[in-house]
DNA sequence: ATCATTTCTTGATTTGAATCAAGATTTTTT
DNA sequence: AAAAAATCTTGATTCAAATCAAGAAATGAT
């Protein structure tokens, strides 16, 4: 029997037992979501935290003009969410958008403290996954400011290249902070190898 | 006796008993930085982590061509450092500057993983602090990408106008990821009041 | 297979910030 | 108080990406 995917996620980044794994599944439900189907909107509170099993995700922010920005993607083998929203139950600032038709693990608030109290590995899992979180997001915001939008594709080329076959290219665009015009000349710049 | 800053802190966001705070504070040592001494740089290993006292730090990133961007400013009553490289003892890819001379409280890796076993509620705290964090950083993200510069100049002057008396302009230009020519236009046009 | 829709490419033009280059002003040092 | 250094302002020019505007190509529907 092959290993679950969220199993095989706990393992790598954090020593997980099987035993938690037990504890900590059956407080998951199922929910499916069709492509391009919001999960949550700015203004809304945020219900679950969700690992994906199938699919991808966007996250992005729009601010006051509706000029939007995705923030990131996420695919299978993830998680997504908004945790400030969900933890506080207040509303969040950001938008969850399915960029294909997926399936997740979501969970309520009430189950998800109940699993951070009643098993510790999970609650420390989580906190080195917050650390990576937060050391990508500076990462990115340095990036995003510092380097040219050329640069920024190479980058995701080397990082993420089943991104760039897996998403459409407008999609690909509003993830580097540019028009598809752009990324289109982008590419064309970058394609002789 | 007036309250100490960090209990303040830890008490404004979470609730923090005094008793709890008599076992944390022994855990720090303080310590001095002269103004524009680096605390750690790109490749460095984070010893500890701080909490700032008095002054003010900026955290930024440096691309490969050797241009930077402030990712943020912490000043007084806030925490700074880089938890990845802290927690996992690898180099960070972030830089740490004072910009004053600066008194912070600083504690080692060791007596951190005391703490968070320890004192289940700064544990708790500090998962909370992270959550601000991941929640901030991305809407900055978002905001640098599709706020025009203006935009983010009045968002600064809302937000935390103190930070414009306290820091030179060209601090503030790196921090907006604007040259300072730029920022000195800014401030031109949004002058009349 | 044909038609309609969506996505991508290419060219021309506009726009806004970076860069280059002096000066002016403020702060620090002596 | 004067001199030196650092910081800020202003103007002219350059440059890169956004915008505007068609078409071309790919995808999906009938």
Redesign the interface.
């Known amino acids: 029997m092959e290993k679950h995917l969220l199993l095989k996620e706990l393992q790598s980044k954090h020593d997980f037992s099987e035993a938690d794994f037990e504890k900590l599944l059956p407080l998951f439900e199922e929910r499916n979501y069709k492509k391009n189907e919001m999960i949550f909107k700015a203004g809304d509170v945020v219900k679950y935290v969700f690992f994906i099993l199938k699919g991808c995700f966007r996250?992005?922010?729009?601010?006051?003009?509706g000029?939007?920005?995705t923030?990131y993607i996420m695919e299978e083998g993830r998680w997504t969410g908004?945790?400030?929203?969900f933890?506080?139950e207040i509303p969040?600032?950001?938008n969850l958008q399915a960029l294909e038709d997926c399936k997740v693990l979501a969970m309520t608030k009430p189950k998800w403290e109940y699993a951070i109290r009643n098993i510790p590995e999970y609650?420390l899992y989580?906190?080195?996954n917050?650390?990576?979180?937060?050391?990508w997001?500076?990462?990115?915001?340095?990036?995003?400011?510092?380097?040219k939008p050329d640069?920024l594709y190479r980058r995701l080329l080397n990082e993420t290249p089943h991104l760039l076959q897996r998403l459409p290219q407008y999609e690909i665009a509003k993830y580097l902070?540019v028009t598809p015009e752009t990324l289109s000349r982008i590419r064309k710049r970058n394609t002789r190898l």
């Not at 996250?59 to 003009?65: K, L, S, T, V």
């Open positions: 996250q992005f922010y729009i601010n006051a003009n000029m939007e920005r923030i908004e945790s400030l929203s933890m506080n969040t600032n950001m609650a989580h906190m080195k917050h650390q990576r979180m937060i050391a997001l500076k990462e990115q915001l340095g990036a995003a400011v510092t380097e640069e902070g």
